[in-house]
């Protein structure tokens, strides 16, 4: 009896050892490097014995250089206009097409079809489609007597453009996700606003849009979330440019540590993205815990 | 009733318009890349062309091709089967067991799930290179991409387990089954659907993956992914072979698409329905 109940309490451990290892290796352990690093000055090339300690002098540079301001400022604007249409839209979209038919799967599984691509490859098409001479969509514009656009050359367009792309991929994330959450509405409610003369617009506002709202936060943080992790699709399209007009922080620091190869400076970024993604992801967490209260109490 | 039909026509329109929004792009990246260049340079629009393979015989006239798709592929199949067997299980300790430590390791787990890949490059790079010697191997990547894709994994198999009844595990082992056999056995049978949509994630993910890649491999080891990026820096682009790269990659995602949008579909909305 005693051995078995040893067995017992290794168990769990037994089970969860592996996969503690591979991601604490992979993914604890550089976080914690990459904080220790961003205390020092490292070129690459030179061992990281060779990494010499400076203090803050890292992170000071990034609060005095212009190109980390500018990198910011496209990070938010790009992560927040992204999610702000892609859920104004998707959540529309739904609500219009919210009705239970045949065939819906097969649209369905065509929605996905964007999110599935290799972020690359929607790079790739993007960039083809926005180019100048034989891009589709100046070819479309020219068609009905407009001109073309400098979608990717100029600095003002660039940053619209690569929306446009992320748009394109994530909109149908949005809406699926709405969907579902309308699909397991109470239907009492729906039924007590009906029997009260509630217009369909009423409805939409006062009760649908309400009860969805849950699944609506949720979403949002998630799409934010990964906003900031979005690299390759720009990476890409402009490579950051032109200028700084799309140089989005994950690419910046891509940049810092390979082409300028300060390894140190590098860190800092990295960690002051790091930051931003773990208040959200913080964030998301705590509204699920009072979400999962909530509903013990209802309950 | 009239306005009934506008209305059914009108949501049908509407429908198709954005299924067509969706397919546009990836349609016209098919067969851009079975076009010739001058039909791709001529600016008058042409929906009719005679299909042509000569951009795909061109890149696979390229030896180097072959190889980096095998690399993406070992790399894809490899860490899909070893992030589902690390993953299930510890999904199961965390679901079935209680013990020190597992809130700490729960919650640290859904934060690592967040980790940008950005962040993790120069780290990465750093102990990859410098103390495990693992750059340029593809070992290297392979490692990275479990440790990614391990928390969504982790993640999503709870929700499954949760759902096996415990009566079963419990009567298995009354006749005597040990742990890893009741886990063996008897759990992971019973979860197969969730097995399936983690697979085609972590599939999706090692597949589709570019960035770890970039720095972490060389000619040799490179994925095919990078490939593509190093085609498009060159000043003359050769969109046709581009086109046809691209379309290699899309080619998995997509047919795991058509054949399991269901479990995709659970996969995605798995995190924001339940909460």
Redesign the interface.
């Known amino acids: 009896m005693s051995v078995r109940r040893k067995?017992?309490?290794s168990?769990?451990?037994l089970?969860?050892l592996?996969?503690?290892l591979?991601?604490a290796?992979?993914?604890?352990?550089?976080?914690l490097?990459?904080a220790w690093?961003s205390f020092h000055d490292w070129k690459l090339g030179t061992?990281?014995d060779a990494a010499v300690f400076t203090g803050w002098e890292n992170y000071i540079f990034l609060l005095e250089d212009p190109k980390v301001l500018e990198s910011t400022l496209v990070t938010l604007t790009f992560a927040f206009s992204v999610v702000a249409l892609e859920v104004v839209i998707g959540v529309a979209?739904a609500l219009?097409?919210e009705?239970p038919?045949r065939g819906m799967?097969v649209?369905?599984?065509?929605?996905?079809?964007?999110?599935?691509?290799?972020?690359?490859?929607v790079g790739?098409?993007?960039?083809?489609?926005y180019s100048e001479?034989?891009g589709?969509l100046n070819?479309?514009l020219k068609?009905i007597g407009l001109g073309g656009v400098p979608w990717l050359s100029s600095p003002d367009m660039a940053l619209i453009s690569v929306i446009i792309a992320d748009v394109?991929q994530w909109t149908?994330?949005i809406f699926?996700?709405a969907m579902?959450?309308l699909q397991?509405l109470p239907s009492s409610a729906l039924e007590a606003a009906r029997i009260d003369g509630a217009t369909p617009l009423q409805t939409v506002f006062y009760i649908k849009i309400p009860l969805m709202m849950?699944?609506i936060i949720?979403?949002t943080l998630?799409r934010l979330?990964d906003a900031?992790?979005v690299?390759?699709v720009i990476?890409?399209m402009t490579y950051g440019g032109p200028g700084l007009s799309t140089e989005i922080?994950?690419?910046h620091?891509?940049k810092t540590?390979?082409v300028s190869q300060q390894?140190g400076r590098?860190?800092a970024l990295?960690?002051l993205?790091?930051m931003i993604?773990?208040c959200?992801?913080i964030a998301l967490?705590v509204f699920?815990k009072v979400?999962?209260g909530q509903?013990q109490r209802t309950r | 009733m009239r306005s009934k039909q506008l209305g059914t026509i009108g949501?049908y329109g509407?429908?198709i318009i954005?299924?067509l929004?969706?397919?546009g792009?990836?349609i016209?990246?098919l067969t851009?890349s079975l076009k010739l260049k001058t039909q791709?340079?001529?600016?008058s629009?042409s929906f009719f062309f005679m299909p042509t393979l000569t951009n795909y015989v061109a890149v696979f006239q390229d030896e180097r091709l072959g190889r980096d798709l095998s690399n993406s592929l070992i790399v894809g199949l490899v860490s899909t089967v070893i992030t589902l067997?690390?993953?299930c299980?510890?999904a199961?300790?965390?679901v079935?067991?209680r013990?020190m430590g597992?809130d700490a390791?729960s919650?640290?787990?859904?934060?690592?799930r967040?980790?940008?890949?950005?962040?993790?490059?120069?780290?990465?790079?750093?102990?990859w290179t410098?103390d495990l010697s693992l750059t340029n191997t593809l070992t290297g990547v392979i490692?990275?991409y479990?440790?990614?894709n391990?928390?969504f994994v982790?993640w999503i198999l709870q929700s499954f387990i949760e759902q096996v009844p415990p009566a079963l595990e419990e009567a298995a082992r009354m006749d005597g089954a040990?742990?890893f056999q009741v886990?063996f056995l008897v759990v992971l049978p019973l979860i197969r659907p969730g097995l399936a949509a983690a697979a085609i994630f972590t599939f999706?993910i090692a597949?589709?993956e570019?960035?770890l890649a970039l720095?972490l491999t060389n000619r040799v080891t490179r994925t095919i992914?990078v490939k593509?990026?190093l085609f498009?820096t060159e000043h003359n682009i050769e969109?046709g072979q581009?086109?046809a790269i691209?379309t290699l990659?899309?080619i998995p995602?997509?047919v795991?698409?058509?054949v399991a949008?269901?479990q995709?579909?659970t996969g995605?909305?798995a995190?924001?329905?339940k909460?």
């Not at chain 1, 790739?124 to 489609?129: F, G, K, V």
């Not at chain 2, 919650?107 to 690592?112: A, F, G, R, S, Y």
């Open positions: 067995a017992n309490r168990t769990p451990y089970f969860l592996p996969a503690a591979v991601m290796l992979g993914l604890l352990y550089p976080v490097r990459s690093l061992p990281p979209l219009l097409l009705r038919i799967t649209f369905r599984t065509i929605f996905i079809l964007p999110m599935m691509i290799a972020p690359i490859v790739l098409i993007w960039r083809y489609m001479q034989f589709i070819q479309m068609a394109w149908p994330f699926i996700l579902a959450a397991s849950p699944v949720v979403a998630l979330i900031f992790k690299l390759e990476f890409i922080l994950s690419l620091i891509y540590a390979f390894l590098a860190s990295s960690n993205l790091l993604v773990l959200l992801s967490f699920n979400r999962e509903a | 949501y509407l429908l954005l299924a929004i969706c397919l792009p990836i016209l990246m851009t791709i340079f001529d600016d629009f067997t690390l993953g299980m510890a199961y300790a965390l079935r067991f013990f597992r390791v919650i640290t787990t859904l934060l690592l967040m980790v940008p890949p950005a962040v993790l490059v120069v780290p990465v790079f750093m102990i410098y490692i990275i479990v440790a990614l391990l928390p982790i040990n742990p886990f999706r597949w589709n570019f960035i720095v992914p593509v990026s498009i969109w581009i086109m691209g990659i899309a995602p997509l795991f698409t058509f949008s269901k995709i579909i995605l909305t995190g924001a329905v909460g």
